[in-house]
């Protein structure tokens, strides 16, 4: 097995100077002058925490969903990573069960990303080691990344080398999102519209959109939560109505001392998260569902829930996104969300699921987490939103280069984990974003909504939220 793995690896080095699979733009190949560009004294995941491991490399591989997991223990987990590896490629289950959880995370990501990109096929896969796997990696990015060499890339982890294949894959792979110049995500023109305010005057900060898809002439076709400021430290949460996505009624408070709300439609229903406060400094993940349109206009709700912090022992959790439901309706299915706690010096990434109304798993991302810090993001990591586009799960999210400046926030597209910059351009050239959201238009377009703080930005775009149409 070692020599062939050796003879492979010589293999595959005489393919670089005649590999051309893809025609890099210059700043992309050119990773040196890149805001992200590699670490020089790059990190291995810390976490010693098997949840913080497994579960999301089980979800970020693909291998079981969301609602498979809510059940497994740690070690179920653990064996169906074995078993996954032992079926996907030649390695022995002896060998894969020495292993450590951050071995067998590492490898099982680094199988995932060379399929998913294509770089091999399952078949070939099938017949690698993981040694195989690993050179692979390291020639495929001395080929794309023009500031690395093999000799480098050797001495990296192997977390390290997977972050590093995704930093210039998803940027060829998503460039009709993201491409400064015209991108569905980044080139911001017409329609737009900044300081977002309802009927009322009130500033919309944080507005997260649902299609409603009811047919009667009285209903709105989208709904909105966002939250007002009731002083320095409190706001409460809105819910209106557009018809137009620019135009926004005022139609109901949903809660006080509440902010950071989401709001996806269940079934015939509506479910709404966020964050409350109902005590000063102790912020806490809530839940509300509503039967149906008329319910949630007059803020009746069939199911509340407040969930106690659970990740730390801060009491800080909040900012929750709506990954996935199951079932009918949380008192019979599963909810998935992400999540941020506070870790008494920075916000940092969780996700959770609730079963049944009732029981509540939740874990620390060491993965994002590790993705992100690697992209030299040392502040906060808050707020995000997930997305369809075109049968591919996303997620657009929000994370600070700059601990405490507000100037240094930036949007990230994320898939299973993984991260690459949306290079927003507006009109007036604003450069700092948060609290991204997105939802698809009913004429299959997408609209996005930001917060533009007033660090980094411009008079007439800055200290709101806005969105636009694309």
């Not at 990696?137 to 080398?161: C, F, M």
């Not at 005022?250 to 902010?259: C, G, K, Q, Y």
């Not at 939740?362 to 987490?369: N, R, Y």
């Amino acid at each position: 097995m070692r020599n062939s793995s050796i003879l492979l690896f010589i293999f595959l080095l005489t393919l670089i100077s005649c590999q051309e699979d893809f025609e890099l733009d210059e700043k992309i190949l050119n990773s040196e002058t890149s805001l992200f560009a590699a670490s020089n004294s790059p990190k291995k995941i810390s976490s010693t925490h098997n949840q913080e491991i497994l579960i999301p490399t089980i979800l970020n591989t693909h291998w079981r969903d969301f609602n498979s997991i809510v059940d497994m223990s740690d070690e179920d987990i653990r064996n169906t990573l074995i078993v996954e590896l032992n079926t996907k490629t030649s390695e022995s289950i002896s060998n894969l069960q020495a292993m450590s959880n951050l071995e067998l995370s590492n490898y099982s990501l680094l199988y995932t990303f060379l399929n998913k990109a294509s770089i091999r096929k399952p078949s070939e896969l099938r017949n690698m080691s993981l040694d195989d796997l690993r050179n692979t990696i390291i020639v495929e990015n001395a080929n794309y990344l023009q500031n690395q060499n093999i000799s480098d890339l050797k001495k990296l982890p192997t977390e390290k080398l997977v972050q590093l294949g995704y930093s210039w894959y998803l940027p060829l792979e998503f460039d009709s999102l993201i491409n400064y110049s015209d991108g569905k995500l980044s080139k911001i023109i017409s329609p737009y519209k900044f300081k977002l305010k309802d009927n009322k005057g009130k500033n919309m900060d944080v507005l997260k959109i649902a299609k409603t898809n009811e047919t009667s002439k009285n209903h709105f076709k989208y709904l909105g939560v966002y939250h007002i400021g009731t002083s320095n430290d409190n706001y409460n949460l809105q819910l209106a109505g557009s018809n137009d996505l620019f135009n926004w009624i005022h139609l109901i408070e949903l809660d006080h001392d509440a902010h950071q709300g989401d709001i996806i439609k269940w079934g015939q229903g509506y479910l709404i998260a966020y964050e409350e406060d109902k005590h000063q400094g102790k912020n806490n993940i809530a839940f509300k569902y509503y039967n149906n349109y008329q319910d949630l206009t007059l803020n009746t709700s069939s199911f509340r829930k407040s969930i106690k912090t659970s990740v730390n022992d801060l009491g800080v959790e909040g900012t929750p996104d709506i990954r996935a439901v199951s079932g009918t309706s949380p008192m019979n299915g599963n909810i998935q969300i992400g999540f941020h706690y506070y870790d008494g010096d920075i916000d940092r990434i969780a996700m959770g699921i609730l079963k049944n109304g009732i029981n509540w798993k939740a874990w620390k991302d060491a993965i994002s987490e590790y993705n992100l810090r690697e992209m030299n993001f040392k502040g906060n990591i808050g707020s995000r939103k997930s997305f369809l586009y075109y049968e591919t799960d996303l997620t657009l999210q929000e994370a600070q280069l700059v601990k405490g400046d507000w100037s240094a926030w930036k949007i990230m597209l994320g898939r299973d984990g993984f991260y690459t910059e949306v290079l927003i351009s507006t009109p007036g050239g604003s450069k700092s974003f948060a609290n991204p959201s997105i939802v698809q238009t009913y004429d299959d377009k997408y609209a996005i909504t930001l917060f533009l703080p007033t660090e980094g930005n411009i008079s007439s775009e800055y200290n709101g939220g806005m969105i636009y149409v694309k």
